[in-house]
Nanobody, 120 residues
Framework: QVQLVESGGGLRQPGGSLGLSCAASGSIFSIVAMGWYRQAPGKQRELVATINSGGGTNYADSVKGRFAISRDNGANTVYLQMNSLSPGDTADYYC??????????????WGQGTQVTVSS
């Protein structure tokens, strides 16, 4: 079993910054990729950013230049630094990890979500 624990959500004013972190633990042999997704009220979950084990990154067009994803492979932790926040960034943010488990199975795991609200 693999667990993802997120932290760092909260309330910010437009133009502000916020950092999220997500730590993976459990039956992990290796992590292929980690990422962040978000879901706003009444909308589908969407990709925000991903990072693979080699450090390659992918961003949604809506966050390019404002958000930065990084990863500590040794700590199985992924970070999301969010700058120049706008009300459109308001959503529940979910951490995702594609994991090769100790049992030899590859699967996707999700965190419980952390709320980000951008409002004046």
């Amino acid at each position: 079993q693999v667990q993802l624990v997120e932290s760092g959500g909260g309330l910010r004013q437009p133009g502000g910054s916020l950092g999220l972190s997500c730590a993976a633990s459990g039956s992990i042999f290796s992590i292929v990729a980690m990422g962040w997704y978000r879901q706003a009220p009444g909308k589908q979950r969407e990709l925000v950013a991903t990072i693979n084990s080699g450090g390659g990154t992918n961003y949604a067009d809506s966050v390019k230049g404002r958000f930065a994803i990084s990863r500590d492979n040794g700590a199985n932790t992924v970070y999301l630094q969010m700058n120049s926040l706008s009300p459109g960034d308001t959503a529940d943010y979910y951490c995702n990890a594609r994991v090769n488990t100790d049992c030899g199975v590859q699967d996707d795991y999700w965190g419980q979500g952390t709320q980000v609200t951008v409002s004046s």
